[in-house]
């Protein structure tokens, strides 16, 4: 029994010819798909039938995967690693730039007058020296000196007028004459004497503008330096103070006097 199936599997061997064509087309589909899960053979199959069919696969097998093998070669696997590419790191958003703000350049416009005492209430007008060419800054108990206040600018003016006296005065008039040179105009006035002793006038007459200071009866201004201003806007430029001029007239013990003179830049 056994040589007879032993001779009939070298028969059948030997009488195998492959199909090169179809056993590489069946390893290149198995290589590319998942394998094929075959159904185990049944148990109730006849051993001698088994062993057969098991011998004769054998045989092809190991015919096929000879002429297989020299045909289907693995290639090497490959030595290049892929790697992810990097994560760029965050690019740090620079600091906002602060640019300040430009500062607005202030206007010109008009200085602003030295504090001065509460304004005197214009009244009208009272008689008023009589200014004349020449210039006398004493008589007798007075003395005087007319200048233009260093805080003057191209815009505004101020006239200062000093005057001394070594006895009491019973009567005092005080007089600023501004020569209209463009666009003078008055900003205030205030002496160094009590405003209440005094009627204060400004007025504009004949192209000059006034500032007149009148002692009232029964007050005395005392011994000692006094000072009376007068402020006023002008035309934009230097401004010739070569018409402006200022006069006293005053009664002490001593019997009347009178100064007057122009006004000068402040010593």
Request: hydrophobic share 35%; aromatic share 6%.
């Amino acid at each position: 029994m056994n040589e007879h199936i032993t001779r009939q599997l070298r028969e059948a061997a030997e009488a195998h010819r492959p199909d090169r064509a179809r056993i590489l087309a069946r390893v290149e589909r198995g290589a590319a798909g998942p394998p094929v899960r075959h159904r185990a053979p049944s148990f109730v199959r006849s051993w001698p039938r088994a062993a057969l069919a098991g011998l004769a696969t054998a045989g092809v097998l190991a015919t096929g995967g000879l002429a297989v093998a020299g045909i289907v070669r693995t290639p090497p696997p490959s030595d290049t690693v892929t790697t992810a590419p990097a994560s760029p790191l965050p690019t740090k958003n620079p600091s906002p730039t602060v640019t300040p703000s430009p500062t607005p350049s202030a206007a010109p416009g008009t200085v602003a007058p030295l504090p001065v005492p509460a304004p005197a209430t214009t009244t009208p007008g009272s008689p008023r020296p009589t200014p004349s060419a020449s210039s006398r800054p004493v008589n007798g108990s007075l003395w005087s000196e007319g200048s233009i206040d260093s805080h003057s600018t191209v815009y505004w003016a101020q006239h200062n007028l000093v005057l001394k006296t070594t006895q009491p005065l019973t009567s005092l008039t005080v007089e600023l004459r501004i020569a209209q040179t463009g666009e003078v105009r008055d900003t205030g006035n205030w002496r160094t004497l009590p405003s209440e002793d005094f009627t204060v006038t400004v007025q504009e007459s004949g192209g000059v503008l006034v500032y007149r200071w009148v002692l009232k009866p029964g007050r005395t201004v005392p011994v000692g330096q006094h000072e009376f201003a007068g402020q006023f806007n002008h035309a934009t430029g230097v401004r010739s103070a070569a018409n402006d001029s200022y006069r006293v007239d005053a009664q002490s013990v001593g019997g009347p006097a009178s100064v007057w003179g122009g006004f000068g830049p402040a010593g």
